[in-house]
């Protein structure tokens, strides 16, 4: 009984301290300092992800900070974890719509779908640096991409990575997964424009452990060409498999943009060396600002190269900071809603901004002028093949 | 459109694949068995004990210390949950066995965020680096000994598949030949009543947990072999196909468990050849095991609890 | 006065709480060899409680249990059954979803290299058990369950068998059948510490009995005498 | 009603239906994960009717419907399409065991995320979205407001309707089939049609708990309602208690409440959070916090003290 009744009590305590929880403000941007919502995902099986991209983030508010912050005010990023969870996304989401200026994130698609749209109707700009344009592009001018749509560079890049092997008969291992599939279908045209044979979409199921079957699937169709658009932990393991089967070829092999990610090159090793790689991000670039980010990323993470994510945030930090110092924004509560609407129109067309990798221009909410590569893997670095420069 | 070379392929991916399943179904109608507990996450478990292998491994850069890491860590898993799946089972009348399974995935929950936080920045592991396989032993184990076409065929697979079959078989004797077995099942079904008889409850105990243990170790041991790589969410993936197929061979059924592991392995296989695009083939897997479970709904080979 | 060695139990000044429920308050008893003691009472009287401290199950709060003149209170249950008693608990408590020679061999866990010689005493006296040896203990009818639970028993080669409730849930011809074997048993040398609301069948073929109220010891005595108490008669005969 | 508070208590009122559509053929013994798979069809069904779309770049493969259907209208076809799918697969499996039931759960649940991915109509992995307000013309503000007051009715009427059940003959006849099937069958109680008619039931509450999560996200996508949901509610019938329908009540809004209220420094930590409180509840109560004794006593409690003043409160007692 008198269990009982302490466990009844904690529990309404615990219930009452969870509906309390909101009448407190939460990341209230004032005019002492400029805090920045970023929905990431922190918990779960990927939080590997969001945690270097949140290192991204703080690395560049302290480099801010210590040059004398956003028009003289410090800037804090408050860290917000989402999960995997669309509820969760919307209600964290809803907590910034009435206080913050601009968010960063969210992270995950599933909470994308779900939360970008409510941000989107309220007139709360989303700074969605990890998707695909076509994930946000339906919510413009209200988020942004980092990144040009899909067929613009990813067919050029397929294409041009035909011609330089020179194969004809491809076929392309395909994860149903968020952005994936779309990719794929970039894929597709890339290989039609170089007049070569999609022979076989392999489907690379989510909760696949062992990738024999794949291989045998893919290399009954005699390909000489293979392209990745799947889980990048997974890659490693198909092109094992590939090769106990009498695969050589390794150029012949290209992974996505999507597959430039940590558990690749832990997972991979000198396997996959050989292999191509497509990304919009050039490791080998030397420039004073990314080899410094590069070396405190290498030195935080026992000497791994830097994710091709990893910046992205780190941008955003400082394309925020530009919007705020150049339109004059003031973080004043009682101008919000005019704020808001002038720090997105400022990210939306932004003029050459100095991003850490290139300088990049905005027209209607995407980079124009984003470089792609394509790189060939050895033991995690890569070397640089062909290159995609826009005009 | 399957031809002979390409069935054989697969039929052995499939035992490839199978021998994981039945490795980790084992290990599950095991923990029924003994203790009553319906693991929902045993694979996530299973996880825990590879990561601790790949980590004294990475330290020593030695096989067989890594192998003892996580049979040593599969059992002091036991050690620790045990109780807690115990004192939720006590009263067994009114507690519902279904219980135990909330409780698995909140100990899932907390082995993920461990793994996925903590461990090589939460990237997933290798076990065919330097450090971990100096002398590249795991990886001559995983490169094919017989190659034929589009037929490949490794040692680990070989050596996994053997394993689970003579484990499948030890476990066998053990649980209804030997008198700890039977004590081990008598505890499961009635605690009380075992501990009238004369049972020792904490030693037979230690026993079932060192039993399961060396179990779960050997099955870390084998899949970071077969796959050279974990990662935290490898548990979450294997969880819905081993309670699969633990219901549908019957639960409890070591010997169904094994049957129903490899088949639903040389099925996958076969599917996931055939596919070309969309993302159907676990779709096509479950849709079998919904067939089977309308017609034996009791499992194919009845529940042995 | 017999002789003190003929005591096999001495049970002195036992009391035993559940929380702050007490079950049991300052019990004497005694069971001599080769007899038979009948606990009469009514539900929740603290039978059961007797004998599962007894065995070791519950730890008392006070008093001293003795075996065949040790000291058996804080002992665990696994060492008493090793030391030469055992408890055929109320409901049967057979496994159901063994076999019914896995049952048996269960009885004799801590000493199973003589198991062969007791499991063929066991079959001759239960012939039906032998019958059934490899049928799943959960097929069986109530009584054979009973038997089984005995035969059971008997595998650990005790000196005392205690029996809780032997005849709750059997048909009247099924519990003169148990009653027979109880008392067979008993002529073999078994003394037998038996709790039962059937007072009356219970009392006809115990030695002594002690009747039992709220965890009191109130009456204790010859079994004939109990029988002819016209208290006790109005309380649990009916008459 | 500030936007976060109106989206948790519509979540935690959608949430504590769907945890009373697992609790229902609980109720005698059944782990029926098909509401899940309910969830998503209605949902979708919701989203192809009510007029949400798909994202531009892949619009001009899809067929537009142009369907502006009323949300009452959606909410209805939901409902009576996912109760009639519950319906017809209760007819194979009415008397199956609780685990014989957890496949065809697990299997529909595949089954209708993989028609999602791969029907370009339904937006495949992008999913729908722009679904349009309840009512329209309303501001977002009062949509939400709107929406708590909707979801409420619904746990209201559907909490009343499970109490009346629950109080009943049938009610009795479903715990008496989880206590002893056996025993249940030889009482005269059908199981068949028992399992049939609380399966149906979850069905459809899965059917309306979807059409309102999709009308609350106002989107809807593959990844939306997953195995992840499974666990969610799983652990929250458990937590709660699974004797009784008032377990979901309590503990959905804390295990749900919990993870939104951690401060930023604990973000990192909430699933352990979660975990530990969930570990840690089931230890103490390992029926759940709310349990049939438990219910009976804060019953006495309140009564003596109701009627103490008029001085019976003993003879009630």
Redesign the interface.
């Known amino acids: 009984m008198n269990k009982n009744k302490k466990l009844i009590l904690i529990c309404v305590m615990l219930l009452v301290v969870s509906l309390s929880g909101w009448s407190r403000p939460s990341a209230e941007t004032g005019v002492e300092e400029w805090q920045i919502p970023f929905l990431n995902i922190l918990t779960g099986p990927i939080a590997s992800i969001g945690g270097y991209l949140q290192w991204g983030a703080e690395r560049a508010a302290e480099e801010i900070n210590a040059a004398g912050g956003i028009a003289g005010k410090p800037v804090r990023i408050v860290s917000i974890d989402t999960g995997m969870e669309p509820a969760g996304g919307i209600t964290e989401m809803s907590k910034l719509l009435d206080s913050a200026l601009v968010v960063m994130g969210p992270v995950p698609e599933p909470v994308i779908l779900a939360a970008v749209p409510l941000a989107a109707e309220e007139g709360l700009y989303s700074f969605t640096a990890t998707t695909s344009y076509e994930y946000v592009a339906d919510f413009y001018p209200w988020a942004i991409s980092w990144f040009p749509p899909t067929t613009e560079r990813l067919a050029p890049i397929i294409s041009g990575w035909l011609n330089h092997i020179g194969a004809s008969r491809v076929v392309q291992f395909v994860e149903n997964y968020g952005v994936w599939a779309g990719m794929a279908k970039a894929h597709e045209q890339g290989v039609a424009d170089a007049g070569a044979t999609l022979l076989r979409q392999v489907d690379v199921s989510t909760d696949a452990v062992t990738f024999g079957p794949l291989a045998v699937n893919a290399l009954q169709q005699n390909p000489d060409a293979i392209i990745f658009a799947c889980n990048p932990q997974k890659i490693p393991s198909i092109i094992n498999e590939l090769k106990s089967r009498g695969w050589t070829r390794m150029s012949n092999l290209l992974i996505f943009s999507s597959g430039d990610a940590p558990e690749l090159y832990s997972v991979g090793g000198s396997n996959i060396n050989g292999a191509m790689i497509y990304n919009y991000v050039d490791p080998g670039l030397s420039s004073p600002r990314w080899d410094a980010f590069r070396a405190a990323y290498k030195a935080a993470y026992n000497g791994s190269e830097p994710p091709s994510l990893s910046p992205n945030y780190y941008d955003a930090v400082y394309m925020i900071k530009s919007a705020i110092e150049g339109a004059g924004i003031t973080g004043d509560p009682s101008r919000l809603a005019a704020e808001r609407i002038l720090l997105r129109d400022y990210c939306n067309e932004i003029q050459n901004f100095e991003g850490i990798q290139f300088t990049w221009s905005n027209n209607h909410g995407y980079p124009k002028n984003k470089p792609l590569y394509l790189f060939e893997i050895q033991n995690g670095a890569k070397i640089k093949v062909l290159e995609i420069i826009p005009e | 459109m399957l031809n002979i070379e390409i069935l054989i392929a697969q039929i052995v991916n499939g035992l490839s694949l199978g021998s994981i399943y039945v490795l980790l179904v084992t290990g599950f109608n095991l923990l029924l068995l003994v203790a009553m507990i319906i693991h929902f996450s045993f694979p996530v478990i299973i996880v825990f004990s590879i990561y601790m292998s790949w980590i004294v491994m990475n330290l020593t850069g030695s096989l067989a210390l890594g192998i003892l890491a996580a049979v040593a860590s599969a059992i002091l898993v036991n050690m620790v949950s045990a109780p807690i799946f115990q004192h939720i089972m006590r009263k067994r009348g009114s507690v519902d066995i279904n219980a135990t399974m909330v409780i698995s995935m909140g100990m899932g929950m907390l082995i993920t965020e461990w793994t996925s936080h903590a461990i090589n920045n939460g990237f997933p592991i290798s076990f065919e680096t330097e450090a971990v396989d100096p002398h590249g032993w795991l990886r001559a184990t995983r490169a094919p000994f017989i190659r034929a076409g589009l037929v490949s065929i490794s040692y680990s697979q070989v050596l996994t598949l053997l394993t689970g079959i003579i484990l499948v078989a030890a476990l066998f004797w053990v649980l209804y030949k030997t008198k700890a077995g039977r004590a081990f099942r008598a505890i499961a079904e009635n605690p009380d009543g075992a501990r009238l008889v004369g049972i020792p409850l904490l030693k037979t105990g230690v026993q079932s947990y060192i039993l399961t243990g060396i179990l779960g170790g050997l099955t870390a041991a084998l899949m970071a072999l077969l796959l050279g790589q974990a990662s935290p969410d490898l548990g979450d993936q294997l969880g819905h196909k081993v309670l699969g197929i633990s219901i549908i061979a019957g639960l409890g059924n070591l010997g169904g468990g094994l049957v129903i592991a490899l088949l639903l392995g040389i099925v996958e296989a076969i599917v996931q050849g055939v596919f070309s695009g969309g993302s159907w083939s676990n779709t096509v897997a479950f849709l079998l095991m919904l067939v089977i479970v309308l017609a034996k709904p009791r499992g194919v080979f009845g529940i042995k609890l | 006065m017999e002789q003190k060695d003929d005591i096999i139990l001495q049970v002195r000044d036992l009391s035993v709480s559940y929380g702050h429920i007490k079950a049991l308050r300052e019990v004497n008893l005694e069971v001599r060899k080769g007899e038979i003691v009948v606990l009469v009472g009514s539900n929740g009287a603290g039978k059961t409680s007797i004998m599962e401290t007894i065995l070791g199950v519950n730890t008392p709060d006070a008093g001293q249990v003795t075996f065949e003149g040790r000291d058996i209170t804080k002992n665990p249950v696994d060492k008493n059954v090793r030391g030469g008693m055992t408890l055929v608990p109320e409901g049967r408590g057979v496994f159901a979803t063994m076999s019914v020679l896995d049952n048996l061999l269960l009885g004799a866990h801590h000493e199973l290299k003589t198991a062969g010689k007791k499991l063929n005493f066991v079959f001759e006296s239960f012939p039906v058990l032998g019958v059934r040896k490899n049928q799943l203990a959960g097929t069986l009818s109530g009584g054979e369950r009973q038997m089984l639970a005995i035969a059971r028993a008997l595998m650990s080669t005790p000196r005392m068998i205690m029996v809780d409730e032997p005849s709750i849930g059997l048909a009247p011809i099924v519990v003169n059948s148990i009653f027979d074997i109880l008392v067979n048993l008993n002529k073999e040398g078994y003394s037998i510490l038996l709790s039962e609301q059937n007072v009356y069948k219970a009392l006809k073929c115990a030695h002594r009995g002690y009747v039992l109220e709220t965890g009191r010891v109130i009456k204790e005595g010859r079994a004939e005498d109990l029988l002819n108490d016209p208290a006790i008669r109005e309380a649990y005969l009916g008459a | 009603m500030?936007?976060?508070?109106?989206?948790?208590l519509t979540?935690t009122a959608i949430?504590i239906l769907c945890t009373w559509a697992i609790y229902l053929p609980y109720r005698m013994g059944q782990?029926h994960f098909m509401m899940i798979a309910n969830m998503v069809i209605s949902a979708y069904l919701g989203a192809l009717f009510s007029g949400a779309v798909v994202?531009?770049?892949q619009v001009q493969e899809a067929i537009n419907l142009n369907l502006h259907w009323p949300f009452i209208l959606t909410l209805i076809l939901g409902v009576v399409v996912s109760g009639l799918l519950g319906y017809l697969i209760s007819l194979?499996?009415g008397d199956?065991?609780?685990?014989?039931v957890?496949?065809?759960g697990?299997?529909?649940m595949?089954?209708t995320?993989?028609i999602a991915?791969?029907t370009t109509a339904l937006g495949?992995?992008?999913?729908m979205?722009?679904v349009p307000r309840i009512v329209e013309g309303l501001s977002?503000s009062q949509n939400r407001l709107f929406l708590v007051c909707v979801c409420f009715f619904f746990v209201l009427l559907v909490g009343f309707w499970i109490y009346r059940f629950d109080k009943s003959k049938l009610g009795r006849a479903a715990s008496s089939v989880f206590v002893d099937r056996d025993l249940a069958v030889s009482l005269g109680i059908n199981v068949k049609k028992m399992g049939s008619l609380l399966q149906t039931a979850s069905s459809a509450l899965g059917g309306l708990a979807g059409v309102l999560?999709l009308y609350?996200?106002?989107?809807i996508?593959p990844?939306?309602i997953t195995?992840?949901n499974v666990?969610l509610f799983?652990?929250m019938l458990?937590?709660g208690g699974?004797t009784t329908q008032w377990g979901p009540l309590?503990a959905v809004?804390?295990l749900?409440?919990?993870?939104?209220?951690?401060p930023?420094s604990l973000?990192?930590?909430?699933?352990?959070f979660?975990?530990?409180i969930?570990?840690g509840i089931?230890?103490?109560?390992?029926?759940?916090?709310i349990t049939r004794p438990?219910l009976r006593?804060l019953n006495n409690l309140v009564f003596k003290r109701r009627l103490k003043p008029a001085g019976s409160g003993k003879n009630l007692s």
Do not use: D
Not at chain 4, 96 to 100: N, S
Not at chain 4, 124 to 127: D, I, L, S
Not at chain 4, 216 to 219: D, Q, S
């Open positions: 500030s936007a976060t508070l109106s989206n948790y979540i949430f782990l994202s531009g770049s194979a499996i199956a065991p609780c685990f014989a957890v496949i065809v697990f299997a529909f595949y089954l995320k993989a991915e791969n495949r992995t992008f999913g979205f722009r977002n999560y609350t996200l106002r989107a996508s990844s939306f195995f992840h666990g799983m652990t458990f937590v699974y309590l809004p804390i749900w409440g919990i993870p939104l209220i951690m930023e973000q990192v930590w909430k699933n352990v979660y975990a530990v969930l570990i089931l230890m103490l109560k390992p029926e759940g916090v438990l006593r």
